[in-house]
């Protein structure tokens, strides 16, 4: 097992910068491939980003190309989502999911991931 938990998020202007970050305990986190999601109001939930064990391998949703940059470190255990030019469109609670794998791939699947955090509301305001 192991336990994620979010921080980071907040109340901001767009066009602002955000980082969250994931803490991982429980397990070594090099052992996981891991995900970034999020899900607005009456929307289905979404992945951000995603990233493989070592961090050389990423995936990010079109329209937050450019603007968002996942990265980890895994000798802290932690994962980060970096979100610069925020939209009000960006506006969602935050989740970072983890999936057990022997694979270097990423995963961009909700139902691909074993472990969720609680999430981390993020709200950008126009």
């Known amino acids: 097992q192991v336990r994620l938990v979010e921080s980071g998020g907040g109340l901001l202007q767009a066009g602002g910068s955000l980082r969250l970050s994931c803490v991982a305990s429980?397990?070594?986190?090099?052992?996981?491939?891991m995900g970034w999601f999020r899900q607005a109001p009456g929307k289905e939930r979404e992945v951000v980003a995603a990233l493989n064990w070592n961090g050389d391998n990423a995936y990010y949703y079109d329209s937050v190309k450019g603007r968002f940059t996942v990265s980890r470190d895994n000798a802290k255990n932690e994962v980060y989502l970096q979100m610069n030019t925020l939209k009000p469109d960006d506006t969602a609670v935050y989740y970072c999911?983890?999936?057990?794998?022997?694979?270097?791939?990423?995963?961009?699947?909700?139902?691909?991931?074993?472990?969720w955090g609680q999430g981390t509301q993020v709200t950008v305001s126009s």
């Open positions: 429980g397990r070594t986190l090099s052992d996981y491939a």
């Open positions: 999911a983890a999936r057990r794998t022997s694979y270097s791939d990423y995963y961009t699947r909700a139902y691909a991931y074993n472990f």
